[in-house]
């Protein structure tokens, strides 16, 4: 029983906990704080590798895995007594810390950062995006609300996000100006400019960040710099076409998951039977209905959040 349950609450690969046990004591520790009406604020510090994927594709999942180790050994070096390290589903961390002001937990995320920065632990240098979210950054009636653990969750998810998405190596808390808060970043790969125009826009205007490519190299190289959260993929691209795309994603963990839609003028069986042994999510007929793109990505990363 205890080894079932140490599997349970751990990560495989780093031996930390996992999001499943951080989750539930995250909403052990509000319902906690809201009960006693505690004046004491916590913070939660989310920490992503910048570069992993380019480490997985420049050398294999292994080194990729060593990686997540190596951090999370770094993180525990670093971290304070009352801070508890967990790993988040995906290759990213967070340091739960449970007591602290908010600019301590600023210089905690900085030291992080520099630490990183710093080491020759890797295989290669390689940076980390820190997003802070704190208890008493929300008011006393969200703090209460139901469902308040996945509001403070999703903030921190969104911060980490965006402070890789504006150059990585780089710290987003409640202070930080003149920031646009995405909720996920959508690469849209087809040659058409007025495809990509059109729904750049429609998706900005739901919040989510774009990143456009003409070609399957482009679309490749910009998993490198950007973490992708969902892929609208053209079938006749250039160079690359739409399912050895596909194909090169699937080659390591961390983005043979990401939801990846396929267009196509021409939906045929042989189309169909191939995207099925690529595990390609959706294939859209062209021409292309707006509220329907918009709609799958809404319910579809929704829905991977709450995994």
């Known amino acids: ?79 304070d007594e009352n ?3 967990f790993k988040r589903n995906g290759p990213g961390f967070v340091l739960f810390c449970a007591k602290g002001s908010f600019d301590e937990a600023v210089k905690k995320a900085n030291q992080i950062r520099n630490a990183v920065a710093d080491s020759d632990a890797f295989v290669e240098k390689i940076t980390v995006s820190v997003g802070i979210t704190r208890f008493f950054e929300f008011t006393a009636a969200e703090r209460s609300a139901d469902g308040f653990s996945e509001v403070i969750y999703d903030r921190g998810e969104t911060r980490v996000k965006t402070a890789f998405s504006k150059g990585q190596n780089r710290l987003i808390d409640e202070k930080t100006k003149n920031v646009f808060m995405s909720i996920g970043k959508i690469l849209i790969v087809d040659t058409d400019e007025i ?49 050895k795309l596909k194909a090169k994603l699937n080659e390591t963990p961390e983005t043979q998951t990401i939801p990846f839609v396929l267009t196509t ?43």
């Open 1 to 79: 029983l205890d080894r079932a349950t140490n599997k349970l609450l751990h990560d495989p690969v780093t031996g930390a906990y996992n999001e499943y046990f951080l989750r539930n004591y995250l909403s052990q520790h509000i319902a906690e704080a809201n009960q006693t009406k505690s004046a004491e604020d916590f913070a939660l510090l989310f920490i992503d590798i910048d570069n992993i994927r380019k480490l997985n594709l420049m050398y294999s999942k292994e080194t990729g895995n060593e990686t997540m180790r190596n951090l999370h050994y770094l993180l525990n070096q670093t971290k």
């Open 83 to 85: 801070q508890v390290v």
């Open 195 to 243: 495809v990509q125009n059109i729904f750049s826009n429609a998706l900005k205007n739901n919040f989510y960040e774009v990143v456009v490519a003409k070609n399957g190299i482009e679309a490749l190289t910009a998993f490198e710099t950007n973490t992708i959260d969902f892929v609208i993929c053209e079938k006749n691209i250039p160079k690359l076409d739409g399912f």
């Open 265 to 307: 003028f021409n939906k045929n069986l042989a189309i169909v039977n191939t995207a099925n042994e690529l595990s390609v999510d959706f294939i859209l007929t062209k021409p292309l209905i707006i509220e329907e793109v918009v709609g799958l990505v809404k319910r579809i990363l929704s829905r991977r959040a709450h995994l």
